[in-house]
């Protein structure tokens, strides 16, 4: 496939102008936007899938890139040049991203079909999404900072009407404020970071970052007293923090599912808080080069565990999931602090599609369970039960789904979080500082176990708690928009997917070695500064020329560069790691089978021994209460008050009032001097000339007798003069 204009334009573009489209008609018919929306994330899934399979499974080498641009504006004058070029960067990683968000953006389309059927907006709900996907396809597709920002903010946009979508809920409008203000605290940092890189190396594409990290352009520049690398780095982290729910932002998240539950499911799975983990991890050598990977596995790590002990306590069914997605990302992140930038990668992909199942498993019931006495549906866990019976799809989906993210082997899950585990436990064999890290991991990995088969068992098995609901639930049947969708993504859960091997870690093989039994470690590489030394982008009008022949062709290597001794106990490590692994997950399903379905002990056991902790658990860590009741409410606002009060008791009071006391002293005095001085003066001169006016009046009466007698009195005067002059 030659990659111009032409064949990569589409991919956007289609569910862009669907959304153009979708704007002009969705007043005249709600069911010509929903098909135009779903119609043309489709077909950019199709063409998704044929780069996908050129760059993955194609003629392109492992390290083989594609760059191309177009200039967007030029305001260069004779002395100075400055131009803006947009483009796009095309390597494996974005080959499998854009798969990724196509494919179950496309399968949430199809849902929401099912979905939103009686809601009298569901026109505008699909042009929302159309713009949200566009926007995240344009984020896996910048080869810059700058247009990422673009995007990035374009998805905030959309994040905020989609959570809001219910404009008549009011706790809807506080989530979607909530939500785009919170976000809004990490992208101030990110915008931060990219002017600190443009201004030091002129660009912030991710070739020349790269370029200019390798060649040590930044050393020696400082910014706050700090190197410029890790001042820019951190800032761009937190760009991170805020749009994937990491701690202390991760505020945000659990609100966001007052939105519909197709959009739930694009915001934790396909679009907004991926972009974080993606940025993350196409900013890496800038993370390590500044040495902020420990402060980056920290965050994941104290994220992991922390939200999957708040989800021990959630009883609303989107909550939970809602928090296991914070969770999850935490271990994303983690897996990027600790160096496993191929296991986040992979389990960014992974929980994409298990959550999505997950998320839209939870629509399937929500939309079945409908309260005839309220006339609401219902999420909350403590009113369902025995739910298999009469949804048995949305079941087994969620099972497949559960499995995934709890760690059982075979499934994707365990394969990428275990190596995420696993690079953890080696960074804690190698230094004590990662210690800490590795223990919240494993504990988080435990937690997740129990609180996921916690929601099963409390859905599906027992009794029904509220048998009127029960009643009135309607047997599940196979159906294109609402069950296909599922019964698709839950078999993308599967580990063989991933990996030729079941455990991830090559201790249990399924393809051959010699066919690239690991194609995603072999294919998928974190990026390298001396691969793009030679680098040429080139404008779009033209064909790629690069000689891919020359690159090195993807193979997989079990030791990936180590030697034979650090491999060894690299691979020791790892294989600790997949066993503690296996425990632990079983260990929490177990755990979660005797409280909630044997019921061997009870959840009051735990409530009474620690009563103020469970408080603290359904109370967030109190840090809703910290951010609103103390920073806002008392120290930002009463900093209100304080600059109010400057500006109005003191500014207004003495310099505004004061100085118009000023003006008013000047005014008298400039009066009094007016009266007195300018006034006299004025007066006196007229005086004078009135006087003058007087003496010539008298002087020029017009009368001629006058005139005579005047002339004869001057000559006489001259004659008198002339005679007598001379004595």
């Known amino acids: 496939m030659d990659y ?267 679009t907004m808080v991926s972009a974080g983990v993606y940025l993350s991890l196409r900013i890496y050598p800038l993370l390590d080069a500044g040495g902020l990977t420990t402060i980056v596995a920290y965050v994941g790590a104290i994220t992991a565990f922390g939200a999957a002990t708040m989800a021990l306590v959630q009883t609303d069914i989107k909550a939970v999931m809602a928090y296991s997605t914070i969770s999850q990302l935490g271990y994303m992140v983690l897996g990027i602090g600790v160096g496993a930038w191929n296991a986040a990668f992979m389990h960014l992909i992974a929980h994409a599609i298990f959550k999505a199942a997950l998320f839209l498993s939870c629509g399937s019931i929500i939309h079945e369970l409908h309260d005839h006495h309220t006339h609401s549906h219902v999420q909350e866990m403590t009113r369902m039960g025995g739910l298999r019976k009469k949804m048995p799809i949305t079941f087994m989906v969620m099972l497949f789904c559960t499995f995934a993210i709890s760690g059982v082997p075979f499934f994707s899950g365990f394969v990428s979080k275990d190596r995420i585990l696993g690079d953890a436990l080696l960074r804690a064999t190698e230094s004590g500082t990662f210690i800490p890290v590795a223990i919240l991991g494993f504990s988080a990995a435990f937690l997740t176990a129990f609180y996921m088969f916690r929601m099963m068992f409390l859905t599906f098995f027992g009794e029904p708690k509220d048998k009127d609901l029960y009643h009135h639930t309607h047997q599940e049947h196979l159906s294109i928009t609402r069950n296909v969708p599922l019964i698709i993504l839950a078999t993308f859960t599967l580990g063989i997917f991933f990996s030729g091997s079941l455990t991830g870690q090559g201790f249990v093989k399924v393809f051959p070695k010699d066919h690239g039994y690991e194609w995603f470690q072999t294919l998928i590489e974190k990026p390298d500064g001396k691969n793009y030394l030679e680098h040429k982008k080139q404008l779009f009008a033209f064909e790629d020329v690069k000689p891919e022949l020359e690159l090195r062709h993807g193979h997989y290597d079990p030791n990936h560069g180590m030697d034979e001794h650090q491999a060894h106990h690299s691979h020791a490590v790892h294989g600790w790691g997949a066993i503690m692994s296996i425990i632990i997950a079983f260990s929490g399903i177990f755990l979660s089978y005797s409280v909630y379905y044997k019921k061997r002990f009870s959840p ?32 930002l606002f009463g900093l209100n008050n304080l600059i109010a009060f400057f500006d109005m008791g003191i500014y207004d009071r003495y310099v505004v009032d004061g100085w118009e006391k000023v003006n008013k002293v000047c005014f008298k005095i400039a009066k009094r001097f007016d009266d007195s001085v300018i006034d006299l003066g004025v007066d006196f001169t007229g005086f004078t000339v009135k006087g003058g006016s007087s003496l010539l009046k008298v002087v020029q009466s017009g009368k001629v007798q006058l005139y005579f007698i005047i002339a004869i009195v001057v000559v006489a005067g001259y004659i008198a003069t002339l005679l007598y002059g001379g004595i």
């Open 604 to 635: 009051d056991f735990f409530v009474n021994r620690v009563p103020g902790y469970y408080k603290a658990l359904r109370n967030k860590y109190y840090f809703d209460y910290f951010y609103i009741d103390i920073l806002i409410q008392k120290v």
């Open 4 to 270: 111009t204009i032409t064949s990569i334009a589409p991919i956007i573009l289609l569910p862009f102008f669907a959304f153009v489209i979708g704007a002009f008609v969705v007043s005249k018919s709600q069911k010509l936007a929903v098909g135009i929306s779903t119609a043309a994330i489709i077909g950019s899934f199709l063409f998704s899938l044929r780069v996908f399979f050129d760059f993955v499974f194609g003629k392109y080498a492992t390290n083989y890139y594609i760059h191309k641009y177009f200039t967007w504006f030029d305001i260069s004058s004779e002395t100075q040049e400055f131009v803006v070029n947009m483009g796009i960067y095309f390597d494996n990683m974005s080959a499998v991203m854009m798969l990724m968000v196509t494919g179950v953006g496309s399968l949430i389309h199809v849902f929401s079909i099912f979905y939103m059927k009686e809601d009298k907006r569901v026109g505008h709900f699909f042009v929302y999404m159309s713009l949200f996907i566009s926007a995240m396809i344009g984020l896996v597709l910048s080869d810059n900072l700058f247009s990422l920002f673009v995007f990035w903010e374009i998805m905030g946009f959309c994040s905020y009407s989609l959570i809001g979508f219910y404009v008549k809920a009011e706790g809807a409008g506080v989530a979607s404020l909530k939500a785009f203000m919170t976000t809004r605290m990490g992208d101030v940092f990110f915008l931060l970071g990219i002017l600190s890189i443009w201004t030091t190396i002129g660009s912030v594409t991710y070739v020349d970052i790269y370029k200019a990290i390798h060649l040590g352009e930044f050393n020696g520049i400082t910014a706050l007293g700090m190197p410029l690398v890790t001042f820019a780095g951190l800032a761009i982290f937190m760009g991170t923090v805020g749009k994937s729910a990491q701690f202390p932002l991760q505020v945000w998240l659990p609100d966001a599912m007052w939105g519909p539950t197709p959009c739930s499911a694009l915001i934790h799975a396909a």
